[in-house]
């Protein structure tokens, strides 16, 4: 079994910042993309980024210039730092990766995080 754990959401001031944390822990062989997506109260869950194995990223434009995506391969945990969030960044997000478990061959399993909530109200 594989598991994705975030941690880091709450409330944040418009203009401050926040650091977003998922680690996946597990029967992992290896992790190839992972990702953030958020959801707003009667909206489509949303790509917020992305980040490859190799540690390439890409960016909702909506977020671009103020969050940063990065990862550990070591520790299988992936960051978003949000700089100067904004009221409209209010959302569940949730955390992305596409792993390979021990011993099921080279299928890449897609699993999610359980959510964490981030307000970004003054």
């Known amino acids: 079994q594989v598991q994705l754990v975030e941690s880091g959401g709450g409330l944040v001031q418009p203009g401050g910042s926040l650091r977003l944390s998922c680690a996946a822990s597990?029967?992992?062989?290896?992790?190839?993309?992972m990702g953030w997506y958020r959801q707003a109260p009667g909206k489509q869950r949303e790509l917020v980024a992305a980040?490859?194995?190799?540690?390439?990223?890409k960016y909702a434009d909506s977020v671009k210039g103020r969050f940063t995506i990065s990862r550990d391969n070591a520790k299988n945990t992936v960051y978003l730092q949000m700089n100067s969030p904004k009221p409209e960044d209010t959302a569940v997000y949730y955390c992305?990766?596409?792993?390979?478990?021990?011993?099921?061959?080279?299928?890449?399993?897609?699993?999610w995080g359980q959510g964490t909530q981030v307000t970004v109200s003054s």
């Open positions: 980040i490859t194995s190799g540690g390439m990223p």
């Open positions: 992305n990766a596409q792993i390979r478990v021990m011993g099921a061959g080279l299928y890449e399993y897609n699993y």
């Open positions: 597990g029967s992992i062989f290896s992790i190839n993309a």
